[in-house]
């Protein structure tokens, strides 16, 4: 068996496939390959749109976004560019011409 696959569990490579899932033999714990492979993935970010972002996008504002402790807010069309995708609430960051590094939502931007 040259196509085994190794248990997330315990990694142990004696596993065997019982139709659409998989079962380890020392440990039990039985998967499905393809939830594990969505889940070392990560989470998919997507814009306003619904268009999936990559690090490295360029996105642009589509509303005004009031920004604490500056006079004035960042502006509905300011473009964004080379972001970097990150866990949290603002799942986006950034830096924004006039105002530096800050963290976004996605579902304020879409891609540019």
């Given amino acids: 068996m040259s196509d085994t696959k190794p248990c997330p569990e ?18 039990g714990h039985e998967w ?10 990560g989470p998919v970010v ?3 749109n619904g268009n999936v972002l990559h690090d490295g996008d360029d996105v642009i504002v589509i509303k005004d976004l009031p920004v604490k402790g500056a006079p004035k807010a960042i502006k509905a069309g300011t ?3 080379g972001i970097r995708l990150t866990d949290g609430d603002h799942n986006i960051d950034c830096k924004v011409d006039g ?14």
């Fill in 32 to 41: 499905n390959p393809d939830e594990v492979a969505a889940e070392e993935a």
């Fill in 10 to 27: 315990c990694r142990s490579t004696i596993t065997y496939p019982t139709g659409t899932s998989w079962m380890c033999g020392e440990c």
């Fill in 46 to 48: 997507k814009d306003a």
């Fill in 79 to 81: 473009k964004v560019r």
């Fill in 99 to 112: 105002f530096g590094a800050m963290g976004l939502k996605s579902e304020f931007v879409k891609k540019a």
